[in-house]
């Protein structure tokens, strides 16, 4: 898909890495300045509670469900034009945001935003399936792993110094010229990349509006199903929880709307996804992979906070103990994360020199090993000894990005890179939807178990014992479904499949 002309790999390689970043630091940057919003938009809390929500879910789901389109849309009418509209497409949201006076506006502009953030990945991707060769492909993408990873660490860090030292509009106005910096060297950098279909090739439009429904209906679900608001837990196992009645809606028509889907694309001449993709075993594993590797991942995001701030937080006043928490949740949670950045390289690396297996079953068990020494923690745990584990399960995270996203790309025909790198990015984020709602689910259970051992007027004293208890079970849990992904990852072949291209 390239041109004698083409710029050196890496140079462009800079570019979409400096995309997704952008991109990547916006799905976690809101975090740190949601309090300041609801505050500025007079959300009456705790009431308003599922209105402030949608200022983040709606950013997620429509992340999730850009993706496949753009990836799509980026296979038939150029990596380029795609890149830079996604690019454009995110500045003007970040514009419509900072502008906002309405809370329904603000969501709304959200979702603008996300169209954008959403599409840069995985048209990111494929790029990289454009212009490297097999080769060196896997180190391209562990960088782009690093990048993405880096983007995500930042992003609370990020939004806390808008906050404090300017405002959270000003954040979304400086959106605006980086991405036209990126819109700028994206017009020269991608000018080679030519798309080699034919004029008449389309969009599946009844393919693209029946998987955005589906995608949307099951984030939906997945967001209510543990008990409690889209925009993430609230650390509260007491909280109430919905009934089956309440998210089985979503459920129900989110899978008829995907069996509809693929009924669709098996009858559809150019359809949106080619199903028949999942028939070949490296490109299902690595999707699958990819999938419990999300559960895990926002198992460990989401229950370390958990257990510093049921467990270990401390404070003479409310926000003082509040702000504490955060602190030292956001600390060692970092070493997690630049685990995952430091080995993200590594992992490629050694996918180039053993194949797709060596890596990811050598960051499996890593990955399993550290989530077992976090299953160790008590109400004496100290945060040295934290930060280790979480280094340690970081780094087994980060073995495995790069080969399962080389694993995908190298098991599809060059014309479906942009739909495939879509797949494996929307089934991490499938994964840590059902991550969060199953600790959610989890924890809800055991509570009720667990306080019955206690009289009511002693429940308070004996909180953090049964919330170290419950995430004990969690990331014990979470061990064993790092083990059970080595079984897929077995199954492996270091084989590309373009030379069965022909036949899909």
Request: with cysteine; net charge negative; proline share 4%.
């Amino acid at each position: 898909m390239t041109t004698k002309a083409t710029p050196h790999p890496y140079l462009v390689l800079a570019l979409v890495c400096f995309g997704v970043f952008i991109s990547a630091h916006d799905l976690t940057v809101i975090s740190t300045m949601l309090p300041q919003m609801i505050f500025d938009f007079e959300i009456p809390m705790p009431g308003g509670l599922d209105d402030a929500s949608w200022i983040v879910s709606a950013y997620l789901i429509t992340h999730v469900v850009a993706m496949p389109l753009m990836g799509r849309i980026s296979d038939i009418y150029g990596r380029r034009f795609i890149f830079i509209s996604c690019m454009a497409i995110f500045a003007l949201g970040s514009f419509m945001v900072a502008q906002a006076t309405t809370l329904n506006f603000l969501i709304f502009s959200r979702v603008i935003q996300a169209i954008g953030g959403g599409g840069v990945v995985p048209v990111a991707m494929a790029v990289i399936g454009d212009i490297f060769p097999e080769e060196e492909r896997a180190f391209a993408l562990g960088i782009l792993g690093t990048v993405d990873t880096f983007g995500w660490i930042i992003g609370p860090m990020y939004g806390a110094f808008w906050v404090n030292y300017f405002n959270w509009h000003d954040q979304f106005y400086f959106n605006i010229p980086i991405s036209f910096i990126a819109i700028i060297f994206g017009w020269f950098l991608l000018r080679p990349l030519t798309v080699q279909t034919d004029a008449t090739k389309s969009l599946d439009w009844g393919g693209a509006i029946l998987l955005s429904l589906a995608l949307t209906l099951l984030n939906i679900g997945l967001a209510n199903s543990g008990g409690h608001a889209a925009s993430g837990p609230s650390f509260d196992f007491s909280a109430p929880r919905p009934t089956w009645q309440t998210v089985a809606p979503y459920f129900i028509s989110g899978l008829i709307a995907l069996a509809m889907f693929v009924w669709l694309e098996r009858r559809t001449a150019k359809p949106l996804l080619d199903v028949t993709m999942f028939t070949v075993a490296n490109f299902t594993l690595a999707c699958l992979i990819n999938f419990v590797v999300g559960m895990a991942l926002m198992i460990a995001m989401v229950g370390v906070p958990l257990f510093v701030n049921g467990v270990l937080a401390s404070g003479t006043t409310l926000d003082d103990f509040i702000r504490t928490a955060a602190l030292n949740s956001g600390q060692i949670l970092t070493a997690m994360t630049a685990g995952m950045a430091a080995t993200s390289l590594i992992g490629g690396w050694l996918c180039t020199r053993f194949g797709y297996r060596l890596p990811i079953i050598s960051g499996l068990l890593v990955m399993s090993f550290g989530f077992y020494l976090m299953n160790t923690w008590s109400t004496e745990a100290t945060y040295p000894m934290m930060a280790w584990h979480l280094l340690l399960t970081g780094l087994g995270f980060g073995l495995v990005i790069a080969p399962v996203g080389t694993a995908v790309i190298n098991a599809v025909p060059a014309e479906s890179l942009g739909i495939a790198s879509s797949m494996v990015l929307i089934l991490r984020l499938m994964g840590m939807s059902v991550g969060l709602s199953s600790l959610t689910a989890w924890g809800l259970h055991r509570y009720d178990v667990l306080s019955q051992l206690y009289p009511l007027n002693e429940l308070g004293l004996h909180i953090a014992e049964i919330t170290a208890q419950i995430m004990n079970e969690v990331f014990l849990g979470s061990a064993l479904l790092a083990l059970l992904a080595i079984g897929l990852a077995i199954g492996l072949k270091s084989q590309d499949f373009r030379s069965r291209s022909a036949n899909l």
